[in-house]
């Protein structure tokens, strides 16, 4: 792609971080953070499946972000190109913490304890065994998820998780549309294996 | 190892033709066009799988949006202070109010301290770091520590083992002195305006009374005079 894309929404933005002196979370560039924290990582948390490696994944996501933004070029959205470092870095994690031979502290516990705590306003509207029942459902999907493959994974995050649409996650994952079908294709078949005995166990068939 | 399993023999798969389009017209803001539909109303196979994805995209599209944790702005913004990471080590401490020593005893503690760190690793915040100060302190007659600071704390480097730890405990390296250095502060952290530490060293190594480097370390870490009790002094 030769010509950079002028209808990025994040132009602005990004030549505003790209102009200014930026020695740590501020100004423009804290306005980016805000702007893609919660996407950055809950896209970490999806691929990697621990809240301690979706923070060390989203922090180098944005250490990355913040020391290569002078070269962004605008060859690919600017959302596309924060994914795809997203996805490149819990997937590398998720690599080296398979291959420790030592466990976080962290890992102790399971990983959907780790995210957001109960909101006592659900106990209002739902029995505690009801919403025990949906964490529990909540906790054997990601496992099904984290099951998957990285190519898989990432796939299903964008398109399910993120609402991104096929020309986006073509930009993120830099491969072509076609490609894009065929893994999507591949992804059911492995989340319909996956996730088909989950449902089923929880009465959602 | 997981073994993905074999798809069941009752599950039916869709048509390999209408396959791209059963997928595309699932997810956000898609739309299931009218040659599908009339496809889907005379295919069993493919109704029964368009039917099983679009119930599994729902439960992906379900899973709860997590808040981010706090920490990660912490950690990044000590990620982002330029300059090596003895400076921003250096720069961390310095924001500390309750450590005040010399400069080239400081510098020992940063040497000491930055060893510790992975090059663009992050480093906890001001709180946090007095306590891996404190540690630090209590492994100067033992081996050096090795803990990996992660954006969420402190990460044991221990094997894994067969019952999960009951705390955190860190294994050191670099042996300073033979027997374990027990301090007790002996006043509260917060307390006093100043907020300085104070430590009586109430048990030195097993070979005798401590150096005087590990002394001066104390001392410069703690703006106090330090002296070696001796065993079971106080």
Redesign the interface.
């Known amino acids: 792609m030769s010509q950079p894309l002028t209808d990025d929404p994040d132009l602005a933005l990004v030549r505003a971080c790209q102009a200014q002196e930026?020695?740590?979370?501020e100004g423009a560039f804290r306005e980016l953070?805000e702007a893609y924290?919660?996407r950055v990582?809950?896209t970490c948390?999806?691929i990697t499946g621990s809240?301690?490696d979706a923070?060390?994944a989203?922090?180098e996501t944005?250490?990355t972000a913040?020391r290569r933004i002078d070269g962004f070029r605008f060859e690919s959205r600017f959302s596309s190109w924060i994914y795809r470092v997203a996805v490149n870095a819990s997937i590398d994690l998720r690599r080296r913490s398979a291959s420790r031979?030592?466990?976080?502290?962290?890992r102790?516990r399971s990983p959907l304890n780790e995210?957001?705590p109960m909101d006592p306003e659900d106990e209002r509207v739902e029995s505690p065994g009801g919403a025990a029942s949906r964490r529990e459902?909540?906790g054997d999907?990601?496992e099904a998820?984290t099951?998957l493959s990285p190519k898989m994974k990432a796939i299903?995050v964008l398109?399910?998780?993120e609402?991104l649409?096929?020309e986006e996650i073509s930009e993120s994952l830099e491969i072509s549309l076609g490609t894009v079908?065929s893994r999507?294709?591949r992804a059911?078949?492995?989340?319909?294996?996956?996730?088909?005995?989950v449902?089923d166990r929880h009465l959602?068939? | 190892m997981h073994t993905t399993p074999k798809t069941p023999s009752h599950l039916s798969e869709p048509c390999s033709e209408w396959l791209d389009a059963c997928i595309a017209s699932l997810g956000m803001g898609s739309v299931e066009e009218g040659s599908l539909t009339e496809h889907l109303g005379s295919c069993p196979a493919c109704a029964a799988a368009h039917g099983r994805y679009r119930n599994q995209v729902a439960q992906l599209a379900g899973l709860p949006r997590l808040s981010v944790p706090y920490q990660l702005e912490e950690s990044l913004g000590f990620a982002l202070t330029p300059g090596g990471r003895q400076d921003r080590v250096l720069a961390a401490l310095t924001a500390s109010p309750r450590l005040e020593a010399p400069d080239a005893l400081r510098h020992q503690l940063v040497e000491t301290l930055a060893g510790d760190f992975a090059d663009e690793e992050a480093l906890p915040a001001p709180a946090a770091l007095d306590g891996l100060v404190e540690q630090s302190l209590r492994d100067l007659a033992a081996e050096r520590s090795t803990v990996r600071v992660t954006g969420s704390g402190l990460q044991s480097t221990r094997p894994t083992q067969a019952a999960p730890p009951t705390g955190r405990q860190l294994r050191s390296i670099t042996a300073v002195a033979a027997a374990a250095l027990l301090i007790i502060a002996t006043n509260q952290w917060m307390s006093a305006p100043e907020a300085s530490y104070s430590f009586t060293v109430v048990r030195g190594n097993d070979a005798g009374p401590l150096q005087p480097h590990q002394l001066a370390m104390l001392a410069a870490v703690t703006g106090r005079q330090c002296s070696s009790l001796g065993e079971g002094a106080q």
């Open positions: 930026s020695v740590c979370l953070y924290k919660d990582y809950n948390y999806r809240a301690t923070m060390d989203a922090q944005f250490a913040f031979p030592w466990v976080s502290l962290d102790l995210g957001t459902l909540e999907i990601q998820i099951r299903t398109r399910y998780m609402g649409s096929y079908k999507l294709s059911h078949g492995a989340l319909d294996r996956e996730l088909t005995p449902l959602l068939n």
